[in-house]
């Protein structure tokens, strides 16, 4: 099975900064990853998928790169509704799995 | 707009069964592919089965194979989940979820214990 490890694990911040969570795969997943965003109670909502193709009606403000087996998700400007736990996930190899998730706290 | 609404989960003892129902709306559910992801109380999101367009093709956790069976209904717009042999470490959330790669649209869940 392929391991997906984000780092951190928990992240502070305040608002406006730039935030940075990073995801590695145990191998390589070409550019088959996707990033969610989760609040407490409710269902992930996808914000990036193929690393870095913006779903429709997420912010600008989060972006995505890598390819391989190394990947970020960035935040430019963390704004109040941001403050949440994000997962990456890959999708190359069967069982699709995903990582381990980074909360991102107010500081 | 995407609507998938969950239900079928309770309190079940260990070995028994369960079926989870995913009720479908407002897309073309025959041409998606669809999945089950489920999330132990406090923890992270695990990804447990896949059916592609048509059920040509379905995907499982190793940790569920041979126990789950995921199968859809076309006709009815339904996804659903069956739970055989259930063990306590099944107790979680489970989501259904469109696509059998990313996934766009998530139900709200529907809650399975698993405990005597």
């Known amino acids: 099975d392929i391991q997906m490890t984000q780092s951190p694990s928990t992240l502070s911040a305040s608002v406006g900064d730039r935030v940075t969570i990073t995801c590695r795969a145990s191998?390589?997943?070409?550019?088959?990853l996707a990033w969610y965003q989760q609040k407490p109670g409710t269902a992930p909502k996808l914000l990036i998928y193929?690393?870095?193709s913006l779903e429709s009606g997420v912010p600008s403000r989060f972006s995505g790169s890598g390819s391989g087996t190394e990947f970020t998700l960035t935040i430019s400007s963390l704004q109040p509704d941001d403050f949440a736990t994000y997962y990456c996930?890959?999708?190359?190899?069967?069982?699709?799995?995903f990582g381990q998730g980074t909360k991102v706290e107010i500081k | 707009e995407v609507q998938l609404v969950e239900s079928g989960g309770g309190l079940v003892q260990p070995g028994g069964s369960l079926r989870l129902c995913c009720a479908a709306?407002?897309?073309?559910?025959?041409?998606?592919?669809m999945t089950w992801v489920r999330q132990a109380p406090g923890k992270g999101l695990e990804w447990v089965a896949s059916?592609?367009?048509?059920?040509?093709?379905?995907n499982y956790v190793d940790s569920v194979k041979g126990r789950f069976t995921i199968s859809r209904d076309d006709a009815k717009d339904s996804l659903y989940l069956q739970m055989d042999s259930l063990r306590a470490e099944d107790t979680a959330l489970y989501y259904c979820?469109?696509?059998?790669?990313?996934?766009?649209?998530w139900g709200q869940g529907t809650m399975v214990t698993v405990s005597s």
């Open positions: 979820a469109t696509g059998s790669m990313w996934h766009g649209n």
């Open positions: 996930h890959q999708f190359n190899n069967y069982p699709w799995t």
């Open positions: 059916i592609k367009q048509r059920g040509s093709d379905k």
């Open positions: 709306s407002g897309f073309t559910f025959s041409s998606a592919g």
């Open positions: 193929k690393a870095s």
């Open positions: 191998q390589s997943i070409s550019t088959w």
